[in-house]
């Protein structure tokens, strides 16, 4: 945990229940062991989505849906969203949660493996939230900034690796250094990129949030 236990349970004792559906996954989330989004990731994904107001939103990283019908349920009934899941077991589950929230017509979910996916991906979108697998966001990210647009924003999550971030790659665990270093590498990229303006925020398991500058903010600054 990289906030202090006792003010990350007092974040959460503040909050409101969720939907049904989302309080049902939530407990099959626990159940499984499926990691979801935290309780405080929830209201900051809340708020951005209130504030941008998205009409497309692409998600890397369904899970069970539990993110995606979140999201949808923040959005605008002409917004839609895209969400991109390669794990087979779960993505039954997502598909059954998304057709019980009755948000078929809003959530699309593709199958497969978004390296190969992003590529042939032509819409563009003004939310991206990146809760895949962490070593491929810095491989994720040109694909993104394509299909971005501009003043769009890109949310990513558990980018401080429960604190592990700070620490040398050899007190890392052997099997967990691929993913340090490349996270690494994707935090230094979004914060270094000029046509990128990036925040680190040190909630949940930590996120970066980045707008992408229009070509007269860019041109302006270089």
Known sequence: MIVNERITSYIHSLERDNSPI??????????????????EVE????????????????????????SAILMSECID????IVTIENYDKRIPVAKENIKRAGKENIIS???????????QINDTFDFVFMD?????YINFLPHVMRLLNNE???????????GDIIESRYAVTRRDRTIHG??????????????????IIPIGDGMSLSIKKTEDDYVQQT
């Open 182 to 199: 490349r996270m690494r590498e994707f935090l230094y990229q979004i914060k270094h990129m000029d046509n990128l303006s990036t925040t």
């Open 77 to 80: 009934v002409d917004s839609t």
């Open 22 to 39: 989302l309080e049902e996954m939530a407990e099959y989330a626990r159940e499984n062991d499926v990691p979801i989004i935290r309780k």
């Open 132 to 136: 895949a697998a962490k070593a491929q």
């Open 109 to 119: 979910l593709i199958e497969g493996d978004a390296l190969e996916i992003l590529p």
């Open 152 to 162: 769009g924003i890109i949310l990513a999550d558990n980018v401080l690796q429960e």
């Open 43 to 66: 209201s900051f994904i809340k708020v951005l989505l209130e504030m941008k107001k998205p009409k497309r939103i692409l998600e890397l990283g369904t899970a069970i849906g539990y």
